[in-house]
């Protein structure tokens, strides 16, 4: 079993549908990241979650940290979102980061 | 801002051939990560630096080694490289604060034919 699991894999959304990622991990972690990869491969960091709730812009992310359970919201999704949405824990004290196998999301004009 | 700069951006290598990929980070991170993603694949960790020290180590094969300078920029090479090591190599920077400032480099895609 994977230390850090996602779901759905694959997501296909019209323009302006409501997204949900979801992230669950078995490890304890010091902070939780949600990562956007573009074709290409370039990695963003959108969001570094400990506890409670962060937003910027149409994202909002979310992590219960009892549960070990973290959420990324895309409200009014747009074509430019499509992309592939990594969670990734950051476990230990050494810093390195344990990813999950990402969520490949698809927004249709 | 400055983000964290790798080098070069795509390589290509015949089997057997050597590499090296660099990797400068964010002013003032003194932390930096090598991550390894296959094609389809998660990213793997590799291998960490912290104050020009090794910090942790992960899947790295022993044909890869991998130092951090004096200014802190880092550099990974890869000797008798195999068609397995294609891959895009990821470094990320982050303060004295485990994975904090966490900032990724756009990636070297290595490929070896």
């Known amino acids: 079993k994977n230390e850090v699991e996602q779901s759905p894999q694959n997501l296909t959304a019209q323009e302006g549908e409501f997204i949900t990622i979801n992230c669950s991990y078995s490890?304890?972690?010091?902070?939780l990241h949600w990562l956007q990869q573009h074709p290409g491969g370039g990695i963003v960091s959108l969001f570094m979650?400990?506890?409670g709730k962060k937003k910027h812009g149409r994202l909002i992310a979310t992590i219960n940290i009892q549960e070990k359970h973290s959420s990324l919201h895309i409200t009014a999704s747009h074509p430019r979102d499509s992309a592939v949405y990594i969670c990734a824990v950051l476990g230990g004290s050494q810093g390195n980061l344990i990813f999950g196998k990402g969520t490949k999301l698809s927004v249709k004009p | 801002a400055a983000g964290v700069i790798q080098s070069p951006r795509h390589l290509i290598k015949e089997k057997r051939e050597t590499a090296t990929l660099k990797c400068y980070p964010i002013?003032?991170?003194?932390?930096v990560y090598w991550y390894q993603q296959g094609p389809g694949q998660d990213p793997q960790f590799l291998i960490s630096?912290?104050?020009?020290?090794?910090?942790d180590k992960g899947s790295i094969p022993d044909r890869f080694s991998a130092q951090q300078f004096s200014d802190y920029h880092s550099e990974l090479n890869m000797s008798s490289l195999e068609l397995g090591d294609s891959a895009l190599y990821f470094c990320?920077?982050?303060?004295?604060?485990?994975?904090?400032?966490?900032?990724f480099g756009s990636g070297t895609r290595l490929t070896v034919v």
């Open positions: 630096f912290y104050e020009k020290m090794q910090s």
């Open positions: 002013p003032r991170h003194d932390t």
């Open positions: 979650l400990s506890s």
């Open positions: 490890v304890g972690i010091s902070a």
């Open positions: 990320a920077s982050s303060t004295g604060v485990p994975g904090y400032g966490y900032t």
